[in-house]
């Protein structure tokens, strides 16, 4: 499974810095610079860890913890400030804050810090609610699809299904067998070509270009794989 995480810091150099080092430790790494941003990134959801500054534009760090878990969202979150005080690392923590860091630190530790916080997290529902794929949102609960543009399309049932199996595999190849018997039953016998125009069509809703995909990948003579945000075309 793909781990997302979000860099919510305002220093540039020093957030990127920290994404890199995410990347070239397995993971898929966010920078945002404004606190405001930050909140309205997290709402649309898919992080699994945010690394999280205290001085930011427009809401501050405590802002944007408390704004999130008032509204139920127990991403695990990792605040990393120079403000060392206890009483601010204290307020973190009464802000539900998972673990607080201060600068200067070693990127090492801080790397360890997040990937701690990732195995202690409890695994999540996938897909229960609201999904993102690019710039898409899936609506599980209306089975709509939100288009980039703000055109909106009901799912098929079996469209559903296969969105939800392949979400809580994001980022894994899913085996063409085990699609056809969860989205149409082990025990049907659907046409070669029944599955192929299910993904082609949503394509056509989900990607800029159906025929270069960036999100829903054919990997042949294996399967299906989904990528929920990625800025590289299709293997």
Not at 47 to 74: H, K, S, Y
Not at 119 to 126: D, E, L, Q, S
């Amino acid at each position: 499974m793909t781990r997302w995480a979000l860099v919510v810091e305002d220093e540039s150099p020093l957030g990127e810095m920290i994404c890199d080092n995410l990347v070239a430790e397995g993971w898929r790494a966010e920078l945002c610079k404004d606190g405001d941003l930050a909140v309205q990134r997290l709402e649309k959801g898919g992080i699994d860890v945010v690394v999280l500054d205290i001085m930011l534009p427009g809401r501050n760090g405590f802002e944007v913890l408390r704004t999130i878990r008032e509204r139920g969202d127990d991403t695990p979150v990792l605040i990393l400030s120079a403000r060392s005080a206890d009483q601010d690392r204290i307020h973190g923590l009464e802000l539900q804050a998972d673990d607080y860091l201060s600068k200067p630190f070693n990127l090492r530790e801080l790397l360890l810090r997040v990937a701690a916080l990732l195995r202690r997290a409890p695994a999540k529902a996938v897909g229960e609610d609201v999904l993102t794929i690019g710039r898409c949102q899936i609506d599980f609960r209306s089975q709509t699809l939100t288009d980039a543009a703000g055109a909106q399309r009901n799912l098929s049932d079996s469209e559903t299904r296969l969105l939800r199996l392949l979400a809580g595999r994001e980022g894994d190849v899913v085996s063409r067998k085990e699609i056809l018997d969860h989205v149409f039953g082990a025990h049907a016998t659907p046409s070669p070509r029944t599955l192929d125009n299910l993904v082609l069509g949503l394509r056509r809703s989900l990607e800029d270009d159906a025929r270069h995909p960036r999100h829903l990948h054919t990997i042949r003579g294996v399967g299906l794989r989904l990528d929920l945000r990625t800025d590289q075309p299709a293997p």
